[in-house]
């Protein structure tokens, strides 16, 4: 095959396998079978020496013009594809600055404490003011001092928190009742929340935690009536209902007489339902008259003085108000559920 003829051939190839490229890798390749120092090109120009005087300026300026065409040709294909990767790229980062921004969700409170909030606030404006008491607690305040007897059931390592002798995680928040005697003078009317803690089994109606609002009430005559209305109107304030309630008689060794509160059904009104099982009651406290036992330790004189107390839990009124049927979810951080309120 004649010079001329080559040169024909492999510009028409390499058109060929140019075309097919689809990277720049590739034409790469085709640069160095071309155009390296040992390419058909090169292969051409060395071939040229064998051609005869007269032809070889002519063909050398075909050779040349081969080349030439070929490096352009490669060239401007590179060119062509990193101009498409970019705008690939380009595309690929773009930002709709018209899309709407997300937006970031801002913290709130804990339904508990959203709760509390709310009974606090009910609270204060009947009269009381807001006492803590320690969480971390003696045997004395929380036991001893409330007229349990030593061997009372509840003071139990089943029931009970222990972290050390004598030491304790309180139980309810009737632990302040004492501590509040002791250091303020009559009348005292308070109310304690705050944590309390059960070594019981975890399960949709009791947890280890959950929260209380004890409340104290002790002046030089007040009656189981001043008792009652106090929390009918706190109850009819929290359900926004025509409220009714009954005591039923109860133990606690703090109190004399000790009842339960219950107040009528807010799912049904009373009619039944599987919240108050069928009862149409719901029970909602504890509560009762100050026994004298606890106004000694108090250093309160029982001839001069009386009061009464009650405590309640806080998750029980949320559960009642949202039909909440689990206590376990005040305390699993779902955000899912907590967002709802
Ligand atoms: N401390 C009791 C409890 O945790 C409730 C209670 C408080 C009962 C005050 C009577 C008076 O169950």
């Not at 890798?25 to 007269?54: A, D, R």
């Not at 699993?332 to 709802?340: A, D, I």
């Amino acid at each position: 095959m004649g010079i001329q003829e080559s040169i024909t051939k492999i510009s028409s190839t390499a058109q060929e396998e140019l075309f097919a490229c689809q990277e720049a890798k590739e034409i790469e390749l085709l640069k160095v079978k071309y155009l390296g120092k040992k390419g058909l090109v090169g292969l051409l120009m060395e071939e040229l020496k064998t051609t005869s005087k007269e032809e070889r300026p002519l063909l050398g300026k075909l050779v040349n013009d081969l080349k030439v065409l070929l490096t352009s040709q490669f060239e401007s294909t590179l060119a062509t594809l990193a101009a498409k990767e970019r705008s690939r790229q380009l595309e690929a980062e773009k930002i709709d600055v018209t899309l709407p921004g997300r937006e970031s969700a801002l913290g709130k409170k804990h339904l508990t404490l959203m709760m509390l909030d709310e009974v606090i606030e009910i609270l204060k404006g009947m009269g009381f003011t807001v006492q803590y008491g320690p969480e971390i607690e003696s045997e004395y305040y929380n036991y001893d001092a409330l007229n349990f007897a030593p061997d009372h059931p509840a003071k139990d390592m089943q029931d009970t928190f222990y972290i050390g002798p004598e030491l304790l995680l309180r139980t309810h928040t009737s632990n302040t009742q004492v501590r509040v005697m002791e250091k303020s003078p009559l009348p005292i009317r308070i109310i304690a929340p705050g944590k309390c803690y059960r070594n019981e089994d975890i399960n949709a109606r009791s947890h280890v935690i959950f929260y209380q609002v004890e409340g104290l009430y002790i002046d030089s005559a007040v009656t189981f009536s001043d008792l009652l209305v106090t929390l009918e109107e706190l109850f009819t304030k929290l359900f926004h209902k025509d409220l009714k309630m009954r005591f039923r008689p109860s133990y606690f060794p703090f109190v004399e007489p000790g009842v339960e509160v219950d107040i009528h059904c807010i799912i049904c009104d009373g009619k039944g339902c599987s919240v108050c099982k069928q009862s149409g009651w719901l029970e909602v406290a504890g509560a009762g008259m100050v026994h004298p036992e606890v106004l000694k330790s108090g250093g309160i004189d029982s001839e001069i003085a009386s009061g009464y107390a009650w405590g309640f839990g806080i998750e029980r009124l949320a559960m009642l108000r949202y039909g909440i049927n689990d206590i376990r979810l005040f305390y699993e951080n779902h955000l899912g559920f907590l967002s709802q309120f």
